[in-house]
């Protein structure tokens, strides 16, 4: 079982920058890829970027491509997000999760095969 903790998340004015931190622990040997998702008040889950664990590839949703980066610490048993400029439209509740695949799809990010998700850290994105 793979346990995963979110850490990072606060109040930023827009324009601003945060780091997400997701901690991944247990039974990693057969990951296919750890994703972050965020859940705001009244709207859809929206998939927001993915790390293929084998080959370190990267992917993201339109909406934050080109702000967000993902990518994974040197033991590889943390993933990081990234986030600059950050506008108000990113505030929300920010997961992360282990994934059985993906698909980049007219412009969204579909996370599949979500086994394993953390408690989820909240960015507040206000001035």
């Known amino acids: 079982q793979v346990q995963l903790v979110e850490s990072g998340g606060g109040l930023v004015q827009p324009g601003g920058s945060l780091r997400l931190s997701c901690a991944v622990s247990g039974f990693t040997f057969t990951l296919y890829a750890i994703g972050w998702f965020r859940q705001a008040p009244g709207k859809e889950r929206e998939g927001v970027s993915c790390?293929?664990?084998?080959?370190?590839?990267?992917y993201y949703a339109d909406s934050v491509k080109g702000r967000f980066t993902i990518s994974r610490g040197n033991a590889k048993n943390t993933v990081y997000l990234q986030m600059n400029n950050l506008d108000p439209e990113d505030t929300a509740v920010y997961y992360c999760?282990?994934?059985?695949?993906?698909?980049?799809?007219?412009?969204?990010?579909?996370?599949?095969?979500?086994?394993?998700w953390g408690k989820g850290t909240l960015v507040t994105v206000s001035s």
């Open positions: 790390i293929s664990v084998s080959d370190g590839n990267t």
């Open positions: 999760a282990t994934l059985n695949s993906f698909k980049y799809n007219s412009g969204r990010l579909d996370l599949y095969g979500m086994e394993s």
